[in-house]
């Protein structure tokens, strides 16, 4: 589910590359989660599981997490490239373990740090193209992977126990609520709208956000966070290779290298240390 969601997400770099440069970010936010939630709103009236104060509340903390970081992570890509955004984005991959270990006071596995590392240099191969100093997009985009982080965390300690459609919904409808208030007050509503325009915001509402996002919230019920977010951060290298299959982009040597550690870094988080015989 992590690995689909990874794949997903980097199609998304393909299908939104252009189309939604006249829609404003909350805006885009609004019709992505709204979208999101409606797919979900039949879990909200299954007598299976009733509605909680708990359940709101903890989607509300999540739905915040979420929206900051989607936030920050558009309105930075806004000043700077792409590949210094989807780089400093992933810094979430070395921030969950080390954010686990800060609160649950155990220290990760030596192969998951080094898995983490491993995988933020073969981003850092795939996006960087050594352009430009640091800016206020870079700040923001760094705030972004920290709440990324968080957010996985969240995710985690959250969603046990909990019927996730609904907390996947109620977390997408609080998004798209954070969204509609600085929409109404800063931005104006898109008044052009064209068929690619139609097909990005579709594939944001319903694959990126009501299939990948969901399939994120339950598949991080099952894995642990510092896998999750391994797994998730495959974006970067799906986004490069649907970017040569279907845009035509050159595949570099660099590229290809940073597939290889990404790919590295993956299997050497799932080596198992060896168990001692007993004689």
Not at 103 to 108: G, L
Request: glycine share 10%.
């Amino acid at each position: 589910m992590l690995l689909l969601t990874g794949a997903i997400w980097g199609g998304g770099f393909v299908v939104m590359k252009n189309a939604l440069d006249t829609i404003p970010v909350n805006w885009l936010l609004v019709f992505r989660f709204a979208i999101g939630a409606l797919g979900l709103s039949f879990s909200l009236f299954r007598n299976r599981q009733k509605l909680t104060k708990a359940l709101v509340g903890h989607s509300a903390i999540v739905g915040f997490l979420m929206y900051a970081a989607f936030a920050s992570q558009t309105y930075g890509l806004g000043m700077t490239t792409a590949g210094k955004n989807a780089l400093i984005t992933a810094i979430y991959v070395v921030l969950v373990p080390l954010f686990g270990w800060y609160v649950n006071k155990k220290r990760p596995p030596l192969r998951t740090l080094a898995a983490a590392f491993i995988m933020l240099i073969g981003i850092a191969l795939l996006s960087w193209t050594g352009d430009g100093a640091v800016n206020l997009g870079d700040l923001l985009t760094l705030l972004c992977g920290v709440l990324y982080a968080l957010e996985i965390m969240a995710v985690d300690r959250y969603g046990a126990g909990v019927d996730m459609f609904q907390f996947s919904c109620l977390q997408y409808s609080f998004v798209a609520l954070y969204a509609l208030l600085p929409a109404l007050l800063f931005e104006s509503f898109p008044r052009s709208w064209n068929g690619e325009m139609v097909f990005a915001l579709g594939y944001c509402g319903i694959a990126a956000t009501l299939v990948a996002m969901t399939l994120m919230n339950i598949g991080i019920r099952y894995a642990s966070p510092n896998y999750a977010s391994l797994l998730m951060s495959t974006e970067s290298a799906f986004g490069c290779l649907f970017g040569v299959i279907f845009l035509h982009e050159l595949l570099s040597a660099r590229m290809t290298a940073g597939g290889v550690l990404i790919l590295g870094a993956l299997l050497i988080s799932q080596l198992k240390p060896k168990e001692k015989r007993v004689a």
